[in-house]
């Protein structure tokens, strides 16, 4: 599996549009080919994306989407000079909770 990660320094009108369309971000980027997870932290203005694909393939497609999303959907002004940071690599250990993450219930 391959990662990306994305920092978006500055992007608090980013951040406020995605939580408002998170269903449009979720069509969008689980579009991606082999796409397997993707999740965003908000760190004050600073907004940090993971996507997790089968392949680079699919992280790139996700690059290209996320930077496409962005440009559509936020105004000219907001996007001029939000550029992310973009790290990305191999994913060599993956694990998660047996439980439904954002689940409040104990099982």
């Not at 397997?36 to 089968?54: E, P």
């Not at 992280?59 to 907001?78: F, I, K, Q």
Request: charged share 25%; net charge negative; glycine share 8%.
């Amino acid at each position: 599996m391959h990662a990306t990660v994305r920092r978006w320094n500055g992007s608090s009108k980013l951040i406020d549009e995605m939580a408002r369309r998170a269903d449009e971000v979720e069509r969008v980027l689980s579009s991606s080919p082999g796409f397997v997870a993707y999740h965003a932290v908000r760190s004050g203005d600073t907004l940090i994306s993971i996507t997790i694909c089968q392949d680079k393939a699919g992280t790139d497609e996700s690059t290209r989407l996320a930077g496409e999303w962005v440009r559509a959907n936020l105004p000219a002004d907001a996007v001029a000079g939000l550029t992310p940071e973009i790290i990305d690599g191999e994913a060599f250990i993956n694990f998660g909770s047996p439980q439904r993450m954002g689940s409040s219930a104990v099982r």
